[in-house]
């Protein structure tokens, strides 16, 4: 880099704009206490919920392959239950779970359904697969998922997806409004 040299100018608009400078005989600094800076609150830790937390009064019945499925909580016009089998709604997001472990499935199914809510998906649709290569020709997925959308707070209804979205191996669930959503207009 080149050194630039200054006119006389710029030399007395600096001096003008910095002043008399007072020269310092030390080098070492003193540090000086301050006043402490105000407390802060802990932050609090979320309250951690079961999203699972209703009871099932009668457990559901085991499913096979090509059953399909239909649940609305109480409240739920029948109206919007089939507009749901139909596939009326736009789906908002979509899961695939089969070929995985009950444990693994249930830990994405239940985060995937936590984001849904928290960005304010109403329609997803889940794929939790047939079950043909389940021991018994009882697929462990399906009545898995089945038993924990029936006890999951934000669910409120569920149904075999029409065929061309997967059929008796998917289902179309439609979740509640988060309470952040809430007083937006809602045609459901």
Same mark, same amino acid.
């Given at each position: 880099m080149t050194k630039k040299t200054t006119t006389p !100018? !710029?030399?007395?608009l600096f001096r003008e704009t910095v002043g008399t400078v007072k020269e310092i005989r030390a080098?070492?600094?003193? *540090?000086?206490?301050s006043k402490s800076p105000p407390p802060r609150p802990k932050p609090k830790l979320p309250e951690i919920v079961d999203p699972l937390e209703i009871p099932l009064d009668d457990v559901p019945s085991r499913l096979f392959q090509e059953d399909q499925m239909l649940f609305a909580v109480p409240g739920v016009q029948k109206?919007? *239950?089939?507009k749901l089998r139909k596939g009326h709604y736009d789906l908002d997001a979509e899961i695939d779970l089969h070929g995985l472990s009950s444990r693994s499935a249930q830990s994405q199914l239940l985060n995937f359904l936590h984001r849904c809510v928290e960005k304010g998906c109403r329609c997803l649709l889940v794929?939790? =697969?047939? =079950?043909?290569n389940s021991p018994d020709q009882t697929p462990v997925l399906k009545n898995d998922i089945n038993i924990w959308l029936r006890q999951h707070r934000d669910v409120l209804a569920f149904c075999s997806a029409p065929r061309s979205c997967g059929g008796a191996g998917a289902l179309l669930v439609l979740l509640r409004l988060s309470d952040k959503f809430a007083d937006k207009d809602d045609d459901l």
């Amino acid at each position: 880099m080149t050194k630039k040299t200054t006119t006389p !100018e !710029e030399t007395a608009l600096f001096r003008e704009t910095v002043g008399t400078v007072k020269e310092i005989r030390a080098d070492t600094v003193i *540090l000086r206490p301050s006043k402490s800076p105000p407390p802060r609150p802990k932050p609090k830790l979320p309250e951690i919920v079961d999203p699972l937390e209703i009871p099932l009064d009668d457990v559901p019945s085991r499913l096979f392959q090509e059953d399909q499925m239909l649940f609305a909580v109480p409240g739920v016009q029948k109206n919007v *239950l089939k507009k749901l089998r139909k596939g009326h709604y736009d789906l908002d997001a979509e899961i695939d779970l089969h070929g995985l472990s009950s444990r693994s499935a249930q830990s994405q199914l239940l985060n995937f359904l936590h984001r849904c809510v928290e960005k304010g998906c109403r329609c997803l649709l889940v794929i939790h =697969g047939k =079950g043909y290569n389940s021991p018994d020709q009882t697929p462990v997925l399906k009545n898995d998922i089945n038993i924990w959308l029936r006890q999951h707070r934000d669910v409120l209804a569920f149904c075999s997806a029409p065929r061309s979205c997967g059929g008796a191996g998917a289902l179309l669930v439609l979740l509640r409004l988060s309470d952040k959503f809430a007083d937006k207009d809602d045609d459901l």
